[in-house]
């Protein structure tokens, strides 16, 4: 394989129906999007998942809000046009080459494109594949740092290792917690039963991680979340969609009931691009062929539009 590092996204439509840059030497961008429509496998039968799809079924959501339809109409959410009258250039840089019979070089494009994209000054947002691409995504942060890294999961994902991998759906978090560039981690929506044993947990709170069920969220509100998100460094925030309540986002392969609300998530984004830098976002665990009628899809990309929507307001993107 050359070292080519992306390629147009499968199924043809671009994020937003924005421009394809796939020459990330040469990127001019505010946002780039980068689709890593794979993971790393526990069995053969991971090796082409049900999240494996989940990039081009986002994108092609995506086209209902796209360029040349409704992105300079009047969003309620924001009480005026997405972008605020600000020119923010928004590509979709494809999707990371892969080969099947070569994950662990597919992880190693997944953080040099994930690296090419943050050296042009772009903020970066990733488009999953499972729970375990985060990980090469996390690793192209360094020397971008230090940073917060916020995860809205019902999962804790600290193992160590399951069935001998470490780099799989289970343990991106615990994979972040070894990064010297993440300084500190809060996960948000933690709720049922998981991967997690009783000593993960340990581990994840001797490691300081801020750990908020859902419960915490619906009881005490996003306010007071914000309050215990530190504001000292920018924002990284990985949203694994079983985060949200499964009348919500349907669409996942680890449901669990009483999650965060659509309003409730939508307005920590805002409030994280309110009170601090954001540099990155990924969204994963998206499983179009449990979804129902495209509802997933289309909550996970109208989340997208909020983020770059607040990040514009704020004076984070584009220009006046």
Not at 47 to 62: H, I, N
Not at 117 to 128: E, N, T
Request: with cysteine; charged share 20%; glycine share 12%.
């Amino acid at each position: 394989m050359d070292d080519t590092l992306t390629t147009a996204p499968a199924g043809g439509a671009t994020f937003l129906n924005t421009a394809l840059a796939t020459d990330l030497t040469d990127l001019e961008a505010d946002i780039a999007v980068l689709g890593l429509p794979y993971g790393v496998p526990y069995g053969m039968a991971g090796v082409a998942g049900p999240c494996s799809v989940a990039p081009a079924a986002l994108r092609a959501q995506s086209l209902k809000f796209g360029y040349g339809r409704f992105i300079e109409h009047y969003d309620f959410d924001h009480d005026g046009p997405l972008l605020g009258g600000r020119d923010v250039r928004i590509v979709d840089c494809g999707d990371a080459v892969a080969d099947p019979l070569d994950i662990p070089g597919n992880s190693a494009r997944a953080t040099a494109a994930t690296r090419q994209i943050l050296a042009s000054g772009a903020v970066p947002i990733m488009l999953g594949g499972d729970d375990s691409v985060p990980i090469p995504f996390f690793r192209g942060f360094e020397g971008h740092g230090p940073v917060t890294l916020v995860q809205v999961d019902a999962h804790l994902d600290f193992r160590d290792e399951l069935d001998g991998v470490r780099e799989g759906f289970s343990s991106p978090i615990r994979r972040a917690s070894e990064m010297p560039w993440i300084n500190s981690i809060v996960q948000v929506g933690l709720r049922g039963v998981g991967s997690a044993r009783p000593s993960d947990v340990q581990d994840a709170r001797d490691n300081g991680n801020l750990l908020v069920t859902a419960g915490e969220v619906r009881r005490d509100g996003v306010g007071a979340l914000l309050s215990r998100i530190p504001s000292e460094y920018p924002y990284l925030i990985t949203i694994d969609l079983d985060g949200l309540d499964p009348s919500v986002a349907p669409g996942v392969s680890g449901p669990a009931p009483g999650g965060l609300s659509y309003d409730e998530l939508a307005d920590l984004l805002t409030g994280l691009a309110a009170q601090g830098r954001v540099v990155g976002l990924d969204i994963v665990e998206y499983a179009p062929e449990l979804d129902v009628n495209g509802h997933t899809a289309l909550v996970a990309t109208r989340l997208i539009l909020t983020l770059i929507g607040a990040l514009a307001r704020s004076g984070q993107l584009g220009r006046a």
